[in-house]
């Protein structure tokens, strides 16, 4: 990716040197909830509106909300204690080079969500991107970079310890820059998710599911981000800065961290009722969908067969 000299985002919380201090913790409520839809809702043609009624017609009926006390579960199947460890990166330095490639990544994301949002006569509010080193207090509560990156719906930021890519590349086996960019345009993709209400609707659908259930709804919400992020990958290839074999680097990074592949990995074999992101195919179809046409209505995971 030609990202060098390209705008840099001022929506970096660079908290490395702390140890999990900084905001206050505790679960939000419903009220952090935020739709920031606001200004024009006219136009019923709007993308974004159908798939909200969609969505909402789907959804109708479940209670909230759940996923406020553990962010969006984040990049990878969390909890597991399938990634185990991570590097100190509490020495880095404040302005370190990989910094400024996710603060210039950040921009791109920003200034393509922008451009979608403000095309639908809606408003897109810049998420933070807070980098942190092992471990990190969010309005989601007290998280380790073991858990890999995740985003906060209750105080739309993205929370990133950059040794993740680290171990996405030798651990993993993805390396390469744009799979790193994948990964914060994934969890951005979450954050369009929070601005547009298709989290809160998850949130309220997941109450009361069992937990076989709620994996499959996770899934489709995983799976969405993951076609968000093609959709960004999209535009940008529209700018004219991707690289040869940066999306390839991109779709080898979905295959990697595929439900399927992970547990392969990890345990030998796998159990698919426990997937909550997606199995390998799948997120390399959803992240290609959306790369594809760069359109949010072929990012529709939540009806039909995915
Ligand atoms: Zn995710």
Redesign the pocket.
């Known amino acids: 990716m030609l990202w060098r000299g390209r705008r840099q985002s001022d929506n970096i919380e660079d908290e490395r040197s702390d140890s999990g201090g900084g905001l206050g913790g505790g679960l939000g409520g419903d009220g952090q909830f935020r739709i920031p839809i606001g200004g024009r809702t006219g136009g019923g043609g709007s993308i974004l509106l159908v798939i909200l009624v969609v969505l909402a017609g789907w959804y109708f009926g479940f209670d909230p909300s759940q996923i406020l006390g553990g962010g ?5 199947p969390g909890g597991g204690g399938q990634i185990t460890e991570t590097q100190d990166s509490g020495n880095a330095p404040a302005n370190d080079e990989m910094k400024q490639f996710v603060a210039t990544v950040l921009a791109e994301t920003e200034d393509t969500w922008t451009g979608i949002f403000k095309s639908q006569g809606l408003t897109y509010e810049d998420p933070k991107l807070v980098l942190f080193s092992g471990q990190v207090r969010s309005a989601c509560g007290f998280a380790s970079a073991a858990a890999g990156p ?2 906060c719906p209750g105080d739309h930021k993205v929370y990133l310890d950059m040794t993740f890519f680290q171990q996405l590349d030798q651990q993993f086996g993805a390396s390469g820059e744009f799979a790193r960019a994948y990964v914060v345009a ?2 951005v ?2 954050h369009v998710q929070n601005l547009t209400g298709i989290m809160s609707k998850f949130n309220q659908m997941r109450q009361g599911m069992s937990e076989a259930d709620a994996n499959q709804l996770s899934v489709r ?2 799976l969405q ?2 076609c968000f992020a093609g959709v960004w990958a999209h535009y940008t290839a529209q700018k004219g800065i991707l690289e040869q074999g940066d999306i390839e680097s991109a779709l080898n990074a979905a295959k990697q961290i595929g439900d399927d592949t992970l547990q392969k990995r990890m345990q030998g074999y796998v159990v698919p009722e426990s997937f909550n ?1 997606g199995t390998s195919q799948q997120r390399q179809t959803w992240l290609a969908r959306g790369y594809k046409s760069g359109k949010l209505s072929d990012c529709n995971t939540m009806t039909g067969p995915i």
């Open positions: 969006d579960g984040g990049l990878l995740f985003y994934h969890e993709g979450h919400i995983e981000a993951d992101h």
